[in-house]
């Protein structure tokens, strides 16, 4: 099947799943990753019909992704619930380490570099899972890095 | 980043309950084999012998919207349904059948063939004439051998006119099993 053809959601579905779970808990901790995978798949088969041609699907999987996160953010501040408590999770992750370290970079940031050296996305891919341009999402990474290293530093 | 058995089940039962999917399907073990059992909204759409399911799924987005799930919950009524069937205590099947991509001649001989009663078998010529094309016994064979929802409607109770059991896009071994069970065919044949 050609790249042009939409596939069964279930394709879709198996192939993006686990990207956009990491995204998810590296945004959002363990526990409320889960409610906002659901709620990002659920958005996914709402337009899934509106979709023209089956490109780019990992990008706009992960930006249906992180729009369900910020949602969540925004109600968390709004409520000021506390944070999740990212260091209570019991089990090692793929990618516990990244997350460790990117933990307390700007959402944006973080979710940039997450997305570039967790996932090795091209810069398009993640702008257009950020919303942004891929030249936004390469200073947002680099400037997540350029953090990292300075507090590497400090 | 692997997802949790139960996160899955929580999604695909939860797509379905919202009614967004174009077709909900399962696999499900009988004593033919296991069944690929897909739905729509308006009833059972599928079932298919020896599925390879990502073809099947293929295939489904093509004929009714590319929403295709693995989904077991609104298959239930079908399963069920057949496990009934195969363990000899359903005679008829109370199931909507979608028959949306038929064409208009295979449409009239698979619902003359929804007619052929339980524990009898009839032959492609009758099944041609009940059809109104009489002549129409090879195409006949055709519609049953691309039969989409076979067992639900009976295509292993066709036969040739001698009483030769003929085909079976299951094979013919599974039109034999589906035949005894209904003690339709006569130990000698």
């Known amino acids: 099947m050609d790249v042009m053809t939409v596939p069964p959601f279930e394709r879709f579905y198996e192939e993006q799943q686990g990207p956009v779970l990491a995204q998810l808990r590296g945004m959002l901790g363990r526990d409320a990753a889960d409610d906002a995978f659901q709620e990002t798949f659920l958005r996914a088969l709402r337009a899934y019909p509106s979709l023209e041609h089956g490109r780019h699907l990992r990008a706009w999987a992960l930006q249906i992704a992180h729009n369900v996160a910020v949602d969540v953010l925004r109600r968390r501040q709004a409520t ?3 944070v999740p408590d990212l260091e209570s999770i019991d089990e090692p992750l793929p990618y516990e380490e990244l997350r ?7 959402e944006k940031e973080r979710a940039a570099v997450f997305l570039r050296y967790g996932y090795d996305l091209s810069y398009e891919d993640i702008g257009a899972a950020l919303g942004s341009s891929s030249e936004a999402a390469r200073q947002a990474a680099s400037s997540g890095v350029r953090r990292l290293r300075k507090r590497e530093l400090s | 980043m692997t997802v949790s058995p139960e996160l899955d089940r929580s999604f695909r039962a939860a797509a379905a309950a919202e009614g967004l999917l174009d077709v909900a399907y399962a696999l499900h073990d009988t004593p033919v084999g296991r069944l690929l059992v897909a739905v729509t909204d308006r009833g059972v759409c599928e079932i298919h012998y020896d599925a390879d399911p990502a073809a099947e799924a293929d ?19 079908v399963r069920r349904q057949l496990d009934e069937y195969f363990a000899g205590t359903r005679r008829d099947f ?8 038929a064409r208009e001649f295979g449409r009239a001989v698979l619902e003359q063939l929804a007619l052929v009663p339980y524990g009898e ?3 492609y010529g009758t099944l041609a004439q009940r059809a109104g094309r009489p002549r129409a016994a090879r195409a006949v064979g055709a519609v049953m051998n691309r039969n989409p929802v076979p067992i639900v409607l009976p295509c292993h109770r066709v036969v040739g ?29």
């Open chain 1, 100 to 106: 460790r370290l990117t933990a307390e970079l700007p």
């Open chain 2, 59 to 77: 295939r489904l987005a093509r004929a009714f919207g590319s929403r295709v799930l693995r989904s077991p919950r609104p298959t239930d009524a």
């Open chain 1, 80 to 82: 000021s619930v506390e």
């Open chain 2, 161 to 189: 006119a001698t009483g030769s059991l003929v085909g079976y896009a299951g094979g013919l071994d599974r039109k034999r099993t589906l035949l005894e069970l209904e003690r339709a065919l006569n130990p000698s044949s």
């Open chain 2, 94 to 101: 109370d199931l909507e059948v979608d028959l949306r991509p």
């Open chain 2, 121 to 123: 078998v009839t032959t």
